[in-house]
């Protein structure tokens, strides 16, 4: 089982094993995010992310050995250096909107063996658990609580929503309307901040599919979160002038 970003030792969550864990919710999860500068972002979530964060696209997992297409995966970017999470500022997030990558934590669905069956999870490092504070997993009866009930519902929803981005992705990479891109800013003391390794919608080839495509896209959606992305770009240069400003 592979460990993503932010979370630490994860494990099957066990009726029995962790019949007496409770869950502290006023704990803060910035410090686990302080040093990530981009986070997963599902497509569903385009239309707020899009309003602060740039929404760009990266190369997923490893290419095929058959010479096949490379997946791509959506990312808000956060910062524009490794270990720069621009939207932490004095412990505490700025944001307007948090993706759901880091609202579903500590916990999360992950496959369990190699059959594709998926069991929900739990970060067992994180210093929320315990098993006298905060709201009860399970029930005297050892029935799961309301209160974990509703995170399976969310962390389920956001799978089914993965999925989804997974779909819509494979179908950019299928029409090629996606290009490497670099971004440079530079402020009046001449600091500069390059980024790339990211990939962007290229508007030429965009604009150069049939008909029929485009009535598609529209109406799969697709067209939307294209713009939605277009537009998120414009959050770049922000995020630039946020990393020439800071001292480290």
């Known amino acids: 089982m592979s ?28 410090d686990k995010i302080k040093e990530l500068n981009s986070m997963f ?32 995966a959506p990312l808000a970017v956060l910062g524009l250096k490794p270990g720069h999470n621009l939207f932490i500022q004095d412990g505490k997030w700025t944001a307007d909107y ?43 009866d050892g029935q799961a609580s309301e209160f974990l009930v ?10 089914r929503e ?21 971004f440079e800013s530079s402020n009046e003391a001449g600091n500069k901040v390059d980024v790339d390794g990211f990939m962007t919608v290229d508007e030429k080839k965009l604009a150069e599919l049939d008909d029929a495509t485009v009535v598609r896209l ?4 697709l067209l939307a979160l294209l713009e939605m992305h277009r537009v998120s770009l414009g959050n770049m240069a922000r995020l630039a002038q946020l990393q020439l400003a800071r001292k480290d």
């Open 218 to 221: 529209h109406r799969n959606g």
């Open 98 to 140: 948090a993706p759901a990558y880091v609202r579903r934590y500590p916990f999360m669905m992950a496959h369990i063996d190699d059959q594709g069956n998926m069991a929900l999870c739990i970060d067992e490092q994180w210093e929320g658990f315990s098993e006298t504070a905060g709201s009860p997993l399970f029930g005297a």
């Open 41 to 72: 972002l599902t497509t569903v979530e385009f239309s707020e992310a899009c309003k602060e964060f740039p929404i760009v696209f990266v190369r997923a997992g490893e290419a095929p050995k058959d010479g096949g297409k490379q997946s791509v």
């Open 162 to 182: 993965t999925e989804r981005t997974r779909a819509a992705c494979h179908e950019l990479v299928e029409l090629g309307i996606l290009q490497d891109m670099r």
């Open 3 to 30: 460990t993503p970003p932010m979370f630490g030792s994860v494990v099957p969550l066990d009726r029995e094993a962790h019949k007496k864990l409770h869950l502290r919710t006023d704990l803060s999860t910035v």
């Open 150 to 159: 509703n995170a399976k519902n969310f962390v389920e929803s956001y799978e």
